[in-house]
């Protein structure tokens, strides 16, 4: 599946093509002298060819330093991973294998644009599954070498909490320091950002991702996944118009009063349901059981937020935006819930709530390609022996930058 959102402007690829030949210029003399190159052609467009493969989705997309999408192509995996319940590793590094040739061929051929019109090559540095990253970082150290283009390694979060710099309105971009609400099936993270590589982890879970919550409730209660996964297919359950919904109560949100997310407690309190029920539950039952879960997921988040701005408030630190982004961020109803607890806490000064458009809020190649341009338009880019990092803490992202640095 791919999708394109914008285009660019006739005036905007007409500065793309006066640099072409002063660009080949630059190349065939040494990558070195491409900071210089830019800043004798400040104002002309840097378009940024992206690849994402962290966890099941093969992505590629092309982004410029005008904020213009020019194509975004994301191949999803769902229906290779359903049957083993989760992100089976090896099939999804076969199918990333498979696809990324191809994701790269039609993102390209979406932005009307040839690799002569790229300026540089982005990729997901990690966090993520090791063999998977090995994919999309191959694929761009490949071309980067071969085309002598500059090359840049993403952290994976912070794309997600930098993606609504590049999709907000010019007026409601979100400034620093804002709160950051990372949440998909790999992390649930609760940050402050301030600046576009300076992110301090106020909370974090120490079991399991909220995302990876929504997918085994999801399994528990027999959905299929979709064509959206288990997460989307759990929410839509919750929607289901049935008549007679029993009283199933709620679940409780741990540790309360602490900085500290728990999800693995919420999907072991229906399990633990579940397993003393007689008998096949109903429909009926089993929405009951999906919305309570939903509710107490919702809850929690909306809990452990109030109170992180609630300690920052003691620092003297008052956000004006909170960006929440991640797949869990697609969720409708915990929108709705984020904004209503956003209003209790602060009723007189409004709290803006920031969300990625949906189709950006899953993985995508467009916010690695727009978490690097910052780096590339300042001539600060990576070596092409830099190295994955499976596991990445987000807090130290400009250390990690500097150890890859070219010299």
């Not at 969300?355 to 880019?381: K, Q």
Request: net charge positive; with cysteine.
């Amino acid at each position: 599946m791919s999708t394109i959102i914008g285009s660019s402007s006739r005036h905007s690829r007409g500065l793309h093509r006066t640099c072409t030949a002063a660009v080949s210029f630059v190349r065939k003399s040494h990558l070195k002298h491409w900071a210089a190159f830019r800043l004798v052609c400040r104002r002309a467009l840097f378009t940024v060819l992206a690849l994402e493969s962290s966890a099941d989705d093969t992505c590629a997309a092309v982004v410029t330093s005008s904020r213009q999408i020019l194509s975004n192509v994301v191949v999803k995996q769902h229906d290779l991973h359903e049957g083993f319940g989760g992100i089976h590793p090896t099939v999804a590094i076969e199918a990333h294998q498979r696809n990324m040739p191809g994701a790269v061929r039609r993102a390209l051929e979406n932005a009307k644009l040839t690799m002569q019109d790229i300026d540089g090559i982005a990729f997901t540095r990690g966090p993520g599954i090791g063999g998977c990253l090995s994919v999309g970082s191959n694929a761009a150290k490949c071309l980067a070498a071969a085309l002598n283009k500059p090359l840049i390694g993403v952290h994976h979060m912070q794309a997600h909490a930098l993606t609504p710099l590049l999709t907000a309105p010019a007026d409601r971009i979100p400034e620093f320091p804002f709160i950051t609400l990372l949440i998909s099936g790999g992390h649930t993270l609760l940050l402050l950002a301030t600046s576009q590589t300076s992110f301090d982890v106020l909370a974090t879970t120490a079991d399991e991702s909220v995302g990876r919550s929504f997918d085994k409730v999801a399994r528990l209660l027999g959905l299929s996944w979709g064509t959206r996964g288990p997460g989307a297919a759990l929410e839509d359950f919750c929607r289901r118009d049935i008549a007679s919904v029993p009283d199933v109560g709620s679940f409780p949100v741990p540790m309360a009063g602490k900085l500290a997310f728990s999800y693995s407690c919420l999907h072991s309190s229906i399990e633990r349901y579940l397993a003393g029920t007689q008998g096949p539950l109903t429909e009926g039952h089993r929405v009951a059981l999906a919305r309570a879960f939903q509710d107490a997921a919702a809850r929690q988040l909306c809990e452990k937020l109030t109170l992180g701005l609630e300690r920052l408030s003691l620092r003297n630190i008052n956000p004006r935006h909170v960006v929440v982004s991640g797949g869990v961020a697609s969720n409708l109803f915990l929108r709705t819930r984020l904004r209503a607890a956003l209003d209790v806490y602060s009723p007189d000064v409004r709290i803006e709530l920031v969300f990625p458009p949906l189709e950006l809020c899953t993985d995508n190649a467009v916010m690695i390609g727009w978490a690097a341009m910052h780096r590339f338009t300042s001539g600060d880019y990576d070596d092409y022996s830099i190295d994955l990092r499976a596991k990445w803490d987000i807090s130290t992202i400009s250390d990690a930058n500097s150890c890859a640095s070219r010299a």
